[in-house]
């Protein structure tokens, strides 16, 4: 619970005239996401061998640089013009604080209110994005 407190504690961002803000929407994909995890095997969740990575690495580029930026610290060009930012994937408190599940299923359902939108990835995809994201950006 206090992860997930945490994480959408991470992601508040000033609300909108009518009330809405992205850290309210994300706070709910986060709880919802949570709940799934409850059914998901989070040791099955990243794959293992260098191809996993490689395939994670080609789709990022294809599919995630134009937000998140080459680095994955949410600098991409198209960044600019988002509210709230993509997510820093450098950031290792905010890392830490959301599980695998969670971000599994935040890649592969995005986030309404914001510019992450389901990718469409199948579940291999998925983790093995994940695994090169956390192998090479985040630093727990």
Known sequence: MQSLILAAALFIAPSHADGWTPGKQLARAVATASAVDSGIDQSDLLPAGPTDVSHGADLFKARCVACHGEAGNGGGPAAVVLTPRPADFTDSARWVATSLGTKFWIIQNGVKGTAMAP?????????????????????Q
């Open 119 to 139: 990718t469409g990835l199948s579940d291999d995809d998925t983790r093995a994005v994940l695994l090169y994201i956390q192998q090479t950006f985040a630093k």
